[in-house]
Structures are given as C-alpha cells and as structure tokens.
C-alpha cells in the first residue's frame, strides 16, 4: 500500500492539475493507480464544477461518486463546512476509508484540502492525517513571488514532525520569470535540504494532459 498525499502550501495552488498529471504519469507507465479526494468542500456533489475529483478523472473514469468520502457545501476549512452542514467528521472511520481504497490499487493519489495546518476536526489538522497514514508527501507550491517563505515553513513543519516522504512539485501557472524560479529552487533546497523539486510548466489544456515524468516510480 503506497500513498502519495498531495497538500499545497496555500489554498488553489494546483493540487487537481498535479494530482491529474500523476494520475496520468502512473497509467502511461502501467502502474494500478487510484484516485481518493477524502474531503471536499465548496460544491454540491462529485459531478459539480467544483468537484476535484471531476476535475481529475472526468466523467468518464468510472463511477466517482466512490471518489469522495465526504462533501460539504460551503467552501471552507472542512471543520467549519462540516459544522454548517451539522455534521461531525469522525478521523477513525475517515483513516480506515482512505487505507480500505488504498488497499485496492498499486498507488493511491490522495488529495488533501488546503494546506497542512487546515482542520479537519478542532484538533486534528490535514499534517496528522498524512502522518497517521505513513504517507508519502507531495507539496505543491508556486512558482512566483511569495514561495521562498510558504514552502520552506511547510517543508519545515513536515520535518518537525518526522514525515520524511516529501516531494515537492512547484507549479508555474502563471508563466513566471525563469530567474525567478531559479532562486527560488535555489533557496528551498538549500534551507531545507530536500534536493528534488519538479517544475511543471504552465499547461494551456488540461484536456490534453501532458505527460511528466515525475520519478516516483
């Protein structure tokens, strides 16, 4: 049972889009992946815009309804969507759902809310979940202005708490200057010592999912 746990240094950094190009790194190579986003929050069911996991897979891929554990309608941190929604998140039932999916394919892709300080309970945070899971980490982070700080207090809090699987994967949306990005790469690497950072390029179509070749195999 092998988890990658995708989490991003803030909120819409590109967690589908690098969740859909492993998705589809891991299929190219022959490799039984799955998809699993546990909570989703801000839409109304899987097959809403907003849905992640539609995002991901598509309509086609199956029957994604089984790709949520939960979904709640207001688009916030899950604890607080999920007390709007008079519902209270049970962190056993939600580990054992997650571990029974992983189970059931080689790799499984699970997509976190947020960042890793996001609640999924009053005290139980995104970094407990991917540490009770023994998963291996994939931070997203951006590729301009602002990263150097974001990326190093969420490597370095991985750290603290002994998760050691990270690979960080910085997406450049926008098209940022090359420069930039060097320093930027140049700098992580150096205040953290985690080596391997994969950029991937601003893509036009996601209809027309490129393959990267992440190195996670």
Same mark, same amino acid.
């Given at each position: 049972m092998r988890i990658l746990f995708i989490t991003g240094t803030d909120t819409d950094v590109g967690k589908s889009?690098?969740?859909?190009?492993?998705?589809?790194?891991f299929e190219e190579?022959?490799?039984?992946?799955?998809?699993?986003?546990p909570l989703q929050t801000g839409c109304k069911n899987v097959y809403s815009e907003d849905s992640d996991a539609l995002k991901v897979l598509g309509k086609s891929n199956g029957n994604i309804t089984k790709k949520c554990y939960k979904i709640f309608t207001n688009p916030k941190a899950p604890y607080y969507a999920a007390k709007d929604d008079n519902y209270s998140i049970d962190i056993q039932e939600?580990?054992?759902?997650?571990k029974r999916t992983a189970n059931d394919s080689e790799i499984l892709i699970c997509? $976190?809310?947020g960042g890793l300080f996001v609640p999924i309970t009053k005290d139980y945070c995104m970094i407990d979940l991917i540490k009770e899971l023994d998963a291996e980490v994939i931070l997203v982070t951006r590729? $301009?202005? $602002?990263?150097?700080n974001h990326t190093i207090l969420s490597i370095k809090a991985?750290?603290?708490?002994?998760?050691?699987?990270?690979?960080?994967? =910085?997406?450049d949306s926008k098209g940022i200057d090359s420069q =930039?990005?060097?320093?930027n790469i140049e700098i992580i690497q150096h205040l953290t010592n985690c080596n391997d950072i994969i950029l991937v390029p601003k893509i036009e179509d996601l209809k027309d999912v490129p393959y990267m070749n992440f190195n996670l195999i």
């Open positions: 889009i690098i969740a859909k190009l492993l998705y589809h790194y190579n022959n490799i039984d992946v799955d998809y699993f986003k939600l580990v054992n759902k997650i997509e $976190g809310a590729a $301009g202005l $602002g990263t150097q991985l750290q603290f708490c002994n998760i050691s699987k990270i690979n960080i994967i =910085m997406s =930039m990005i060097r320093e």
